[in-house]
């Protein structure tokens, strides 16, 4: 099986090979740790010794990095000291620059692509104990040539999303064996372990710990956040529009345009998802005439009546402290929609679109208590002026509630991890079977 799953991805590669150099050329994407993914070991990388033990964590881009941020952290303090050390690989570039500014430079790397000669390097350099899976990344080759190398496997904060669950369904028989090199699966709701049992894991070997992103700490007052916090009257009212996707800020702007009538110094902070979307943005605002200041070309005066571009990466989650109220995008169109947590740590009143499946449990969560406000792109511009109101912080104040309420799931994550690296396998064995 194997042996077909890497002639079938090595070709599904060459075949698309056009449009990743097309990519590369145009945006810059994918040309960062070219190397690195096809097992070029960078020199930062040290070997792990003989008297220590690695743990391999892996993160595919800045939600998973920041997801996992506290298990790590956890870990460091628990294990530095006896002799482990953390090795963390990213699969995007955002997450490989976040991850590094959290953990340091020597400790990450790009994940190599899923062909044995690209793995090797890097599992014969760490020789990990541990493997570590952020949420749903099921490479085949990669848990084969883990396991065999004597490492123990888990998957947390697993979620099997509305999308990929008919697909993975689908190839049920194959996954089986693939998710047999899983030692244990940690999942994020009842749903994701049902999903997961379903598309071939052990059932004794899934458990339901919770979201990892409900422990995430609300970030601090950032340089930004100060700067605009001056820039910005206090009785102005700011909406923040996070994570925004293609085919979403027109709808955005139309909606603001009608604030004026009610709110002319009202300030719309607009952060696209996408880096090599910045661009683009800017010079839709600038056909539209809308008054605007870039981030990255902003001196620090005085804001109001308009739009603030954040073209930058990792600052939106301080800047919605600044909120009277948030829209989270990816959800006016179907892109699945982002995560709501960051603002509702702040209690900001937040709202949606209705394509939220890739957050399904966060979001089911939130509206059981009516904590956040779902939008129909067909009535957004005319409720969009009306999101404003002092009338929606009750909102706020419930999202905030809700999200204290599900902390908790970092420490269950840790105890389960625990077991799994001191049980001796025989003793596994018989706990599997009392899972059952």
């Known amino acids: ?18 449009y990743w150099m097309v990519q590369a050329a145009r945006k810059g994407k994918y040309r960062a740790g070219l190397g690195e993914r096809f097992g070029s070991v960078p020199e930062r990388l040290r070997p792990t010794r003989a008297d220590e033990n690695c743990i391999w964590i892996h993160a595919v881009s800045v939600g998973e990095v920041i997801a996992v941020s506290g298990v790590i952290t956890s870990l460091q303090a628990r294990l530095g000291e006896k002799g482990w050390r953390i090795a963390i690989s ?56 883990a396991k065999s190398a004597g490492a123990k496997v888990a998957v947390v904060n697993a979620r099997i999303s509305d999308r990929s669950f008919p697909r993975y369904r689908r190839f049920r028989s194959l996954l089986r064996g693939v998710l047999r090199n899983v030692d244990i699966f940690l999942a994020q709701s009842e749903a994701d372990r049902d999903r997961l049992v379903a598309i071939g894991a052990d ?8 979201n990892l992103k409900f422990d995430i700490s609300a970030p601090k007052e950032s340089k930004l956040t100060g700067q605009l916090r001056a820039a910005i009257p ?69 804001l109001s009546g308009g739009v603030f571009l954040l073209d930058t990466i990792g600052e939106l989650a301080s800047v919605y402290a600044l909120a ?25 009143p937040i709202f949606v679109g209705p394509h939220t499946e890739n957050f399904r449990d966060i979001i089911n969560i939130f509206k059981r208590e009516n904590a956040v406000h779902v939008l129909d792109r067909n009535t957004l511009n005319s409720e969009f002026a009306s999101l404003l109101d002092p009338k ?14 599900q902390a908790g799931a970092t420490q269950r994550t840790l105890d389960a991890l625990e077991v799994l690296m001191w049980m001796p396998s025989s003793i596994k064995r018989q706990y599997d079977q009392v899972q059952r």
């Open 90 to 145: 990213t699969t995007t570039a955002t997450g490989q620059k976040l991850a590094q500014e959290r953990f340091g430079e020597a400790n990450v790397f790009y994940f190599p692509m899923d062909f044995s000669f690209a793995l090797r390097p890097y599992i014969r350099l760490l020789r990990p104990r541990l493997v570590i899976l952020a949420e749903t990344e099921f490479w085949p080759n990669f848990l084969r040539l």
């Open 234 to 302: 206090p009785t102005t009212p700011v909406m923040v529009c996070g994570s925004t996707v293609e085919g979403e800020e027109p709808m955005l702007l139309d909606g603001f345009g009608r604030m004026p009538e009610n709110n002319p110094q009202a300030v719309l902070i607009l952060a696209p998802r996408h880096p090599e979307r910045f661009a683009g943005v800017a010079q839709m605002l600038s056909e539209r005439k809308v008054k605007f200041w870039r981030r990255s070309q902003w001196n620090g005066e005085s």
């Open 1 to 18: 099986m194997y042996i077909i799953y890497s002639a079938g991805l090595a070709f599904a590669l060459l075949v698309t090979l056009p």
């Open 324 to 348: 009277s109220a948030v829209f989270v995008g990816g959800s006016l169109v179907p892109r699945g929609g982002h995560n709501i947590l960051e603002p509702a740590q702040f209690g900001k």
């Open 392 to 405: 929606w912080q009750t909102i706020g104040e419930r999202a905030l509630q809700v999200f204290r309420s």
């Open 203 to 210: 059932p004794g070997r899934v458990q339901v710990s919770g």
